[in-house]
């Protein structure tokens, strides 16, 4: 039906930036909201950004101002550019998108698969 596919994940040293990158693709009629969430060992999945359709954004205050989020309306992708990554950033960063099949008002929510981000010290 839906298919989130993400890419861009990464080993980086600490101050380095990586960029990923999510695009949905399927039965989609519109996108509201895209975001990134993020899952490290032992911890629950926590928001770290998402942006509207309208390029609202909020921002985890872990890392604002170091992590940028934007979209592509026209190709349903999102990104996430990483600047001045620090080792705590390490997790799996999962897509996210609350989106609709029809104009019937109803939203449905998926996940991509995650990847895999990783800072040393």
């Known amino acids: 039906q839906v298919q989130l596919v993400e890419s861009g994940g990464g080993l980086v040293q600490a101050g380095g930036s990586l960029r990923l990158s999510c695009a949905a693709s399927?039965?989609?009629?519109?996108?509201?909201?895209m975001g990134w969430y993020r899952q490290a060992p032992g911890k629950e999945r926590e928001l770290v950004a998402r942006i509207t359709t309208g390029g609202s954004t909020t921002y985890a205050d872990s890392v604002k101002g170091r992590f940028t989020i934007s979209r592509e309306n026209a190709k349903n992708t999102v990104y996430l550019q990483m600047n001045s990554l620090k080792p705590e950033d390490t997790a799996v960063y999962y897509c996210?998108?609350?989106?609709?099949?029809?104009?019937?008002?109803?939203?449905?929510?998926?996940w991509g698969q995650g990847t895999q981000v990783t800072v040393s010290s």
């Open positions: 399927g039965k989609i009629f519109r996108i509201n909201v």
């Open positions: 996210n998108a609350e989106l609709s099949y029809t104009n019937d008002g109803r939203n449905y929510n998926w």
